[in-house]
C-alpha cells in the first residue's frame, strides 16, 4: 500500500525517506513542497533527485480533494464542497474577518451524534476523515485565496465530531501547528466538541489547542432532549472536564449556546446558565438558530436573544451573539452536510 505523505508527521517522514535509504533532510525537502509551496505532484519536488521521485510515485501519494462545487455568500463567506476518493462529498467554510480568514473544517463524512437541531447529524455517520483529507482542507482553501497567509484561524467546527475520531484530528493539527507544517499558532486552532468527555480529558493532557463545547442547554433535561451525547455524559461530568481543562493566562473555554424559541431561550434558562458556569473561565457564543426546512425548530426574536445576552452579561459573563454567517449558503453553524450527503 502507498504512504500517504500528508498523514506523516515530521519523524515519521524522516523515518520513510530513511527506510528507503535516503538522508533526513530529504524528508524536510518533501514537507516543505507538501506544506509550504503546497504542491499536488511528485513532479513540483524538482530539487529532489530523479531516483526518490521515482520511489514517490512507486511507494507514496499524496492526499488531493476534488473540489465540485464552491458557493460565495453575501457576506463573503465562501463553501467548498470537496469529493473524497471513495465519492463521499464533505463541506469547509472559509469566513474572512476584518484583515484575516477563519477556515471551518470537517473531521467525519457525516456525524454519528445526533444532534436535533443540526443538519449534518440528519443522513447519520458514514465515516472518518483521515488526517491527510483533513488538513488538505484547509491546504485546498489556502492555495485558492491571494494571499495565503492570511489564513490565521483554523477551527474544527465542520462536518462530524472531532474528538470521536481523535487520532486522525490529533494527527492533522500536528501537522497545522509544526514549524515544517503549515507552522499555525496552537492558540489560533479551536477545536469544538458535543460532550465527549473522555475526549475532552485526552485533549487537554495531549494538545495545547483551543476548546470550544457546544452547550445548548443550561440543564440535563433540555440537553438530554436536544442532544443525545449528554445522557451518556451529562453536565456535571462535562463541566468538570472543562473545570480541569487546562488554559493558559488569559483563555478561556467558548460556550457555544444555540438559542431555539421556546426551547432554550427563556429568562430562566439564562439564569440557570450562570449557575452552571460559575466559576469556569469562558465566553459564551449565542448562535440563534439558523432555520432550515429539514429541522422542526424556529430561532427566537431578535429581542429575546438581546434579552438573553443581556441577562448574561448583567452576571459579567462575556456573551456574544454570533452573527450567522453565510446562512444563505447553508454555510453557516449546523448548516453543513445538507449536500455532502445526499
Ligand atoms: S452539532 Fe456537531 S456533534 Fe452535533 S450532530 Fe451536528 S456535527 Fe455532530
Known amino acids: 500500500m502507498r504512504i500517504d505523505l500528508k498523514g506523516l508527521d515530521t519523524q515519521e517522514t524522516e ?14 525537502q518533501i514537507r516543505q513542497w507538501l506544506f509550504k509551496k503546497l504542491v499536488s505532484s511528485f513532479d513540483e519536488m524538482t530539487n529532489l533527485p530523479k531516483n526518490l521521485r521515482a520511489i514517490l510515485h512507486e511507494k507514496a501519494l499524496i492526499t488531493a480533494l476534488e473540489c465540485v462545487k464552491t ?16 465519492d463521499y462529498l464533505i463541506e469547509s467554510v472559509l469566513i474572512p474577518e476584518q484583515n484575516h480568514y477563519t477556515c471551518c473544517i ?3 463524512v457525516g456525524c454519528a451524534m445526533d444532534c436535533r437541531f443540526c443538519l449534518t ?21 489556502k492555495r485558492s485565496i491571494p494571499n495565503q497567509d492570511q489564513i490565521r484561524n ?14 486522525a484530528v490529533k494527527k492533522a493539527i500536528i501537522n497545522l501547528m509544526n514549524d515544517d507544517g503549515l507552522n499555525l499558532s496552537k492558540r489560533r486552532i479551536t477545536l469544538s466538541t458535543c460532550g465527549l468527555v473522555p475526549g475532552i480529558n485526552r485533549l487537554g493532557r495531549e494538545m495545547n489547542i483551543k476548546l470550544a463545547v457546544s452547550l445548548n442547554a443550561p440543564d440535563d433535561d433540555i440537553r438530554d432532549a436536544l ?7 451529562p453536565l456535571r461530568e462535562l463541566l468538570e472536564a472543562c473545570r480541569t481543562f487546562p488554559l493558559h493566562k488569559g483563555e478561556r473555554i467558548t460556550f457555544e449556546y444555540v438559542l431555539i424559541k421556546g426551547i432554550n431561550d427563556q429568562d430562566q434558562h439564562a439564569q440557570d446558565l450562570v449557575k452552571l458556569l460559575a466559576g469556569i473561565r469562558s465566553k459564551i457564543n449565542l448562535i440563534p438558530l439558523n432555520p432550515h ?11 429575546t436573544v438581546l434579552r438573553f445576552q443581556d441577562m448574561l452579561i448583567k452576571k459579567h459573563f462575556t456573551a456574544i451573539v454570533r452573527k450567522s454567517r453565510g446562512s444563505d449558503i447553508l454555510a453557516a453553524c449546523g448548516q453543513l452536510g445538507s449536500e455532502g450527503l445526499d
Not at 155 to 166: Q, S
Not at 227 to 233: D, E, G, Q, V
Open 71 to 86: 458557493q460565495e455568500s453575501n457576506d463573503g463567506t465562501k463553501k467548498y464542497l470537496f469529493r473524497l476518493k471513495d
Open 15 to 28: 523515518q520513510w525517506a530513511a527506510d528507503q535509504g535516503f538522508e533526513p533532510f530529504r524528508a524536510r
Open 121 to 141: 447529524a440528519k443522513k447519520g455517520l458514514r465515516r472518518n476523515l483521515s488526517s491527510s483529507e483533513i488538513i488538505e482542507q484547509v491546504i485546498h482553501v
Open 293 to 303: 426546512k429539514g429541522i422542526p425548530m424556529l430561532p427566537p426574536s431578535e429581542e
Open 227 to 233: 442532544m443525545p451525547i449528554n445522557r451518556k455524559y
Open 154 to 167: 483554523i477551527v474544527f467546527m465542520g462536518m462530524g465530531e472531532p474528538l470521536a475520531n481523535y487520532e
Open 106 to 108: 470537517s473531521s467525519q
